[in-house]
């Protein structure tokens, strides 16, 4: 099934951005009138140079964000979050009557960007596994966004994963869990990964059965009907050695642990946000 799109610009196209321009260049996509992209450099405006896109560097061309958004139904800003307020007074003249101003930065507001632009501003907050076609970005409605909006930008960003549509009273708390959630699950990896070395393992041999368990175990998640908590109880024999890690490990309470470290994110944004 081909997934049709408007005109899209993203300004500030870095990682994030790149793995939202790699959705839609799928082969299943049509982007009508095409995608812009700006960058700050001509070697990163030259990487993300592809049939459909017209990549543009604002060290050659100072008028490169205006440029890229004339014309454009939805516009992804992926800048630094100090960064957005400047660039969205620097290009609110130059957006279309029904521009969707669409934010994937931590921390900045509905408010604060519905004061510099005149039209429709969504806030969203995407994860890295969008590089895959396997993200989840939540997705907050700002108050001149319309239902046709919201679709819109939802249709967007399911081109690289699935979407969690989201008050923006949540949208904060979210970027705790599934915004941050990769680095978390990398963590995890990382300290597993020495512990397979501290038992003898070579680093390669570690990696090879510590990536390969977590990816396996993602994919049976995935494919199966039964929740976390099942799948782990069918690994868990009673009495058996995995029982007895797992009791180890409810001792170190990780719950209270994610709740600090989510709370210490979340404390984080609000910090952003206020500036």
Known sequence: ??????????????????????????PEVVVTGGIRVTNRTPEKAAGLSADGVTSL?????????????AGARIVLIGVKPAMVPGLLREIAGSLEPDAIVVSLAAGVTIQTMEALVPGAVLRSMPNTPALVGRGVTGLAAGTRSSADDLALV????????????????RIDALSTISGSGPAYVYYLIEQLTRTAIDLGFTPEESAVMVNGTFIGAAEVLAASDSTPSELRMAVTSPKGTTERAIAELEKADLKTTFDRATAAALARARELAAG
Do not use: K, Y
């Open 154 to 169: 939802t249709t967007m960003f399911e081109t690289v994963g699935t979407v969690l549509q989201v008050p923006e009273t």
């Open 57 to 69: 560097a604002t060290h050659d061309d100072p008028h490169a964000n205006r440029t890229a958004v």
């Open 1 to 26: 099934m081909t997934t049709t799109l408007p005109t899209i610009a993203s300004l500030g196209t870095g990682s994030m951005g790149g793995a939202i321009l790699s959705g839609l260049l799928g």
